[in-house]
């Protein structure tokens, strides 16, 4: 007996059709638009007060420089973001103290009285080889994703750091340096928040450019692209995932710098 002729798998989607079919590429419009009209009208009020008739107080000029800088900064960074996000990263390696790196990202956060933040950093880590402002704005961003998904009602970031030993070969994509093999010394960072995680349908597509879960005007879609990008060039691995008590976790391993400088197998 014949047996039946083998049909032709479904056609897959590739990420941009997906993107098209979930509206990602119209709310990414919409995000852009808001991102730059915004801060742009700021500046236009703050020029509006300069060109009024009221007398130029101490306070007027302090309230004046305020929106003409948070503009032209939100402006600033929205353009960076894009260009990160479709030009080559430039970087300049140097060795590390991840748990430095992981300070100098919070201390560029803006915080509220209502997260709470709590660090558990392990002493004496491994030293990472990696371009230190690239690294902190990867692991910043991260954080920055964690503190939007737990607004308005505010919640608890957690930020641990650990050295790991990794005990079997794990392929990490098709480039050889980005494999971790049995032996391996690293370091993991770990940022989880207390949001309201994502929707599991959504999960793949987190790392694309321009998708985003955020509302119009509350970000591009570009920060987990860009970050993913960073620990790419270094050859690590981001993952990012719902917790099973609730929120997300993004786990960043990154090798150790000894292990960072040693040839590759051929």
């Not at 020029?47 to 929106?67: N, Q, S």
């Not at 597509?205 to 060039?233: Q, R, S």
Request: glycine residues 8%; charged residues 20%.
């Amino acid at each position: 007996m014949n047996s039946a002729a083998p049909t032709d798998p479904p056609p897959s989607h590739s990420p941009l059709q997906k993107l098209e079919e979930g509206g990602a590429l119209s709310h990414f419009a919409s995000s852009i638009a808001h991102e730059v009209c915004n801060p742009l009208s700021q500046i236009v009020l703050a020029t509006d007060l300069l060109a009024g008739p009221r007398p130029m107080t101490d306070d007027l000029r302090k309230k004046i420089v305020a929106y003409l800088r948070q503009g032209s900064e939100r402006i600033d960074k929205a353009m960076k973001s894009m260009l990160q996000t479709c030009a080559p990263i430039e970087t300049s390696m140097t060795t590390e103290d991840a748990n430095h790196l992981v300070e100098a990202a919070l201390s560029s956060l803006l915080l509220d009285g209502k997260v709470k933040i709590e660090k558990h950093l392990t002493p004496g880590l491994p030293t990472v080889l990696v371009d230190k402002a690239h690294m902190t704005d990867a692991i910043a961003g991260l954080c920055t994703n964690a503190l939007d998904a737990m607004r308005p009602n505010g919640g608890t970031l957690t930020i641990t750091s650990s050295a790991k030993v990794f005990t079997s070969s794990e392929r990490e994509g098709w480039q050889r340096q980005s494999w971790f093999r049995a032996g391996d010394h690293a370091v993991v960072i770990e940022i989880a928040d207390t949001g309201h995680g994502i929707h599991e349908s959504q999960i793949p597509l987190i790392f694309e450019p321009f998708y985003t879960t955020k509302t119009a005007g509350k970000g591009a879609g570009l920060g987990l692209t860009v970050a993913k990008k960073i620990v790419d060039l270094h050859h690590g691995r981001l993952e990012v995932g719902n917790r099973p008590e609730g929120g997300v976790l993004a786990v960043l391993t990154l090798k150790s710098a000894i292990q960072s400088s040693l040839p590759t197998d051929s």
